[in-house]
């Protein structure tokens, strides 16, 4: 059920507010403004509350909300519960509201009010966003007896608060304050400035969190999600800078910011990355999509307004009768480093924008294409983007140096910079100067010039920003807030010039997967790597507390069917070989000729002597089963064979049906493989390879004896022993010596203790399979025996786990929600612990539930990087990660053997989940996933932790990446001084409001 009006408290707020923000525009577009006004700050107020009752809702766990049963379990702690909130796409946008509300409360305190037409595109926008909020699920409602599915596995991490509420507060900010200039509303200033101070913190955790969690070394990857992130703030930077004589372009890139914002928010839920697969595209992203496309519009207006404006600026100071004519303030050295430097950033924001936006409309439209990420996102961007950082890293610097020294104080740095830059460019490409060794000598050559470059400038921001404060601690300068915002300023751009420097320094070590060593390190044994001794001391495997109702969370999906088709196959297949092969092994006690072959099988296989068999004659034939065609072709020629020292085996190969593949039955031959092989009658060279074969056909049967086993040749045929392989037979003395060969009795009679047996032998599927696990080479029938999932196959259980339709499909109400396993190791003596983990919900979804963890621990300036990767197991049919097969080990003893089964099938559709989407069919699918569930069946009922993969040893990557510390150093910094600045704007217009006005609010006109 879905519904959001007085079914659930969690949604009585939120509806409260949707419904005044529809009565605010209803009352607007008549006219009644004073009454729209204070109907506005009450549904704005509604929209910040209803998070209380929300959030509660998570809290208690109250699974009758939706979204409450799709993103939380009893196993989660009160932090994750809170951080479960937002971590679907409905809860998510309903933060984003409630956000945006709490921003638009701020400017309108800013502004003293809003007019009437800003007091419209605020209520719609708040309305569109609570409308896509509601779209996707935020206030769902469902059975209040069913249990939750828990959270994403990769947002069940400290991260999941600070990252999406930075991120989510820095879209709501940039979104009203750019809204806001584009409205005329000088003040949007702050309230963008604030935004931008989150978003940067955002960027930040978000880099943090990839960098600890992916378990690669990278903490950025031009990912589609954290390519829309940095495009909003690079919109925002560029729109903040859009001053002095380019101020009638910021309504223009203010609008093109408020874009950036619902073209972020449509990426991270259209499903285009392959990191952030967290939401599939639905109509409410379609909803945001448009919104980002109505806003370019209107951008593109103010642009042209802008533009225009501009041009009458210049033909008006060109036409002032002053002689030679100047550009008025386009002269000044400042100013045009100051164009230079918005320019760069304003091309840079327009580059991304576009690289997502074109590709996002595209597919939108049935197009299939992708934004650039990874190795292409990394030529395309990095390409682009480093001039326009050159050029950033001298006009930033330049401006500052201009403003606070002069015209020659810029020259002399200018030059300074080229030199220092031409001589490390130079020692770059002559290879002296080598920053990463593994990339090409362009990537050297950027990183190089932005290592230096970076550190120059923000250098000489940082001296002039000291400077200055000591300037008022000495009493030279004035106190005031202005002077603090000066500073404030200049530290910001030093910082994120360091951040440049800290990339260029980092990011190649960071990205790219050949600076790691893998390394094993058995357990209470130790190794070296990269300098770095590591040990691995103990481990433990845990099971979570608390579970996961999968029965009623689930979707119908491929995945679903796919495991119960598994099952079903199962159920047809297995099932049936196991009754057969029962029925075979009653039926063999009395089947003297099938006891006969099960004798000779297990009797003496190596015969030491040289046997020969009788005169007869034989026709001769080579045979290429390439063209069918005979190589040569002997007829009614006496010949016999001669066996010395060789081994004889029972062989067995089975018939198939000739439709279906399915296997029928078997037939059973006599093979030799003797040290020499010796063809009397025959006295011609041969090849034999994989393609043809030596077939002889005796007119009467010849007879060899092996000790108490007679075998009467009628026909056989002589091939390589090996696969793959050829064998050469030698012409001598009227006979040809072959070695390495094989010799199969197609037809004939095999004679033991008095007991004939006419070869071939037909076997019907039971008699095959009993013979194939009697002889050893049935190993997953055999263990299928040996399991208890034989007594489940043979009596019902199989069959009624997987019910009559998807509907009775045995899935677990009550699942386990996960497991830990805890690693105890040691890194230069230093104890340190990993702890992974596999969460069920994950790979019942597709989306996998192993996570991996990491050691990273400082030294120096750089980080040593620890991936702990999980034990392998291997088993019939594949390779699977031990923590599933432990968590499969435990599920045994909670749930009932149908419960066990339908999760083990789900399980195993999860791990195969690329493979199932690849397929071409569902039946190709449906025998996938059966043989992984039979293997996942198999390994977890014998799985004992002293012999587990772990008790063997750990594998781990190891790295190092240099300048990682001081990125998250100067990301933070560059974050909290844009935040204290925003404050300083606010509080500045605060201030001046108070003083200009009785303290009431008043109607406000831009």
């Known amino acids: 059920m879905s519904s959001m009006i007085g079914l659930h408290y969690a949604t009585i707020l939120p509806a409260i507010a949707y419904l005044l ?9 008549v006219g009644r403004e004073a009454a729209a006004k204070r109907t506005f700050m009450v549904s704005l107020l509604l929209v910040v509350l209803g998070w209380i009752p929300y959030i509660a809702a998570f809290v208690s766990l109250d699974f009758s909300l939706d979204e409450v049963a799709r993103n939380a379990s009893n196993d989660l702690s009160l932090y994750l519960r809170i951080g479960a909130a937002w971590s679907g796409g409905g809860g998510s946008l309903y933060l984003f509201s409630a956000f945006l509300s709490l921003a638009i409360l701020l400017q309108t305190k800013l502004n003293k009010g809003l007019n009437r037409f800003a007091m419209m595109v605020f209520a719609l926008l708040v309305l569109a966003s609570m409308s896509t909020a509601i779209l996707m699920g935020a206030f769902g409602t469902g059975p209040v007896d069913r249990g939750g599915l828990g959270i994403n596995p990769l947002l069940k991490n400290y991260w999941v608060v600070p990252h999406p509420t ?18 005329g509303y000088k003040s949007g200033f702050s309230t963008q400035l604030l935004g931008l101070a989150f978003l940067t913190f955002g960027l930040v955790f978000g880099g943090m969190w990839s960098y600890e969690t992916f378990g690669w070394g990278g903490y950025w990857a031009w990912d589609p999600v954290e390519t829309s992130q940095l495009s909003v703030w690079l919109a925002a930077v560029a729109s903040i800078h859009m001053i002095g004589p380019l101020k009638d372009l910021r309504r223009g890139f203010a609008a093109y910011a408020a874009s950036s914002v619902f073209l972020a928010l449509y990426v991270t839920r ?25 806003l370019m519009i209107v951008s593109i207006l103010l642009f042209s307004d802008g533009i225009g404006a501009l041009i009458d600026e210049l033909q008006s100071n060109l036409r002032q009768p002053t002689q030679p004519p100047r550009v008025t303030g386009f002269g000044k050295l400042s100013t045009m480093l100051l164009i230079i430097g918005s320019s760069s950033i304003a091309i840079a924001a327009l580059i991304v924008y576009s690289s997502l936006f074109t590709p996002s409309l595209l597919k939108l439209l049935g197009f299939n294409t992708q934004p650039p990420s990874f190795e292409q996102g990394v030529r395309f961007y990095n390409t682009l983007m480093m001039p326009l950082a050159l050029a950033s890293l001298y006009a930033v610097a330049g401006y500052y140096l201009s403003v606070w020294a002069g015209r020659k104080a810029v020259y002399a740095f200018f030059i300074t910079l080229t030199v220092a830059l031409s001589i490390i460019g130079l020692a770059t490409i002559r290879g002296t100067l080598v920053v990463s060794p593994l990339s090409d000598k362009a990537t050297n050559l950027a990183s190089a010039i932005l290592l230096a470059g970076g550190s120059i400038s923000s250098s000489t921001l940082l001296t002039m920003a000291l400077w200055k404060t000591y300037s008022v601690i000495r009493g030279r300068a004035a106190k005031g807030v202005y002077t603090l915002r000066i500073i404030l ?19 190649s070590y960071a990205y790219n997967r050949g600076y790691a060593e893998e390394v094993f390190v058995p357990l209470g044994g130790e190794a070296n790597v990269m300098g770095v001794t590591i040990s691995y001391e103990g481990f433990d495997y845990e099971t979570h507390q608390g579970s996961i109702d999968l029965k009623n969370n689930l979707d119908e999906n491929i995945l679903l069917y796919t495991a119960r088709e598994a099952l079903k196959l199962i159920d047809e297949d297995i099932a049936s070989a196991v009754r057969e092969y029962r029925l075979a092994s009653i039926e063999s006690q009395s089947n003297q000729a099938i006891r006969t072959l099960l004798q000779a099988s297990t009797s003496i296989s190596e015969y030491i002597g040289v046997f020969d068999s009788t005169v007869g004659l034989a ?11 005979n190589r040569l072709w002997i007829q009614d020629r006496e010949a016999s064979i001669q066996l010395v020292n060789t081994g004889l085996e029972v062989a067995v190969d089975p018939r198939l049906d000739s439709e279906t593949g399915r296997i029928e039955g078997g037939v059973v031959s006599i093979v030799f493989y003797p040290e020499k092989l010796v063809v009397h009658g025959l006295d011609s060279p041969l090849k034999l390879d994989s393609y043809s074969y030596l ?10 004896i092996l000790g108490n086993i007679t075998v009467k040749i009628g026909e056989a045929t002589v091939y390589p022993a090996e696969n793959n392989s050829s064998i050469e037979g030698v012409a001598a003395a009227g006979s040809t010596v072959f070695r390495g060969a094989a010799l199969k009795v197609t037809s004939g009679l095999i004679s033991l203790d008095s007991v004939d047996v006419e070869l071939p032998y037909q076997l019907d599927r039971g008699q095959f399979l009993y013979f194939m696990v009697y002889k050893g080479q049935a190993e997953v029938l055999a263990d299928v025996l040996s399991s208890s999932i034989s007594g489940l196959l043979e009596s019902g259980v199989v069959s009624r786990a997987t019910g009559e339709d998807i509907e009775s499909f045995k899935v677990p109400r009550k699942a386990p929600s996960g497991v830990s396993l805890r690693l105890y190791m040691a890194v230069d003596g230093e104890p340190v612990e990993a702890d992974l983990r596999f969460e069920a919900n994950g790979e019942a979804i597709g989306i996998h539930g192993l996570v991996i963890d990491t050691v990273i621990m400082r030294k120096g300036l750089s980080h040593v990087y620890i991936s702990v990767q999980a034990p392998m197991v291997k088993g019939h049919f594949g390779e699977y990660h031990e923590l599933m097969i432990y968590y499969l080990n435990k599920a045994m003893n909670t749930l009932s053997p149908e419960e066990y089964l339908a999760l083990a099938s789900i399980m195993a559709a999860g791990y195969n989940v690329a493979s199932i989407r690849s397929s071409p069919s569902i039946e190709r699918s449906a025998l996938l996933v059966e043989r992984a569930t039979l293997d996942l069946y198999l390994l977890s009922e ?8 772990a008790a063997n040893g750990i594998m781990l990557t190891v790295k190092i990446v240099p300048g990682t510390p001081i990125l998250w150093l100067t990301g933070l910094l560059a974050g909290t001084f844009l935040f204290f600045m925003s404050l300083l704007h606010i509080y500045t217009i605060l201030r001046k409001s108070a003083e200009w006005s009785s303290g009431t609010w008043a109607r406000a006109t831009p």
């Open 21 to 29: 923000l529809a009565l605010t525009i209803l009352l607007l577009a």
């Open 166 to 183: 930075s991120t989510f507060l820095g879209y709501s900010f940039i979104l009203v304050g750019s809204l806001a200039l584009a409205l």
């Open 270 to 294: 259209s499903g285009v990355s392959p990191l952030h697969s967290f939401a599939a595209e639905s109509f409410a992203a379609v909803i945001l999509l448009a919104a980002s496309l109505i």
């Open 942 to 949: 014998g799985f004992h932790e002293e012999t587990s993969a």
């Open 489 to 507: 300023e200049k530290l910001v751009h030093a910082s994120m010039l360091m951040i440049l420097v800290s990339v260029a320094l980092s990011g």
């Open 695 to 704: 077939y002889i056909k005796f007119k009467e049967p010849v007879e060899i």
């Open 619 to 629: 026709d001769l034939t080579v045979v290429d089963v390439r063209t069918g065609a």
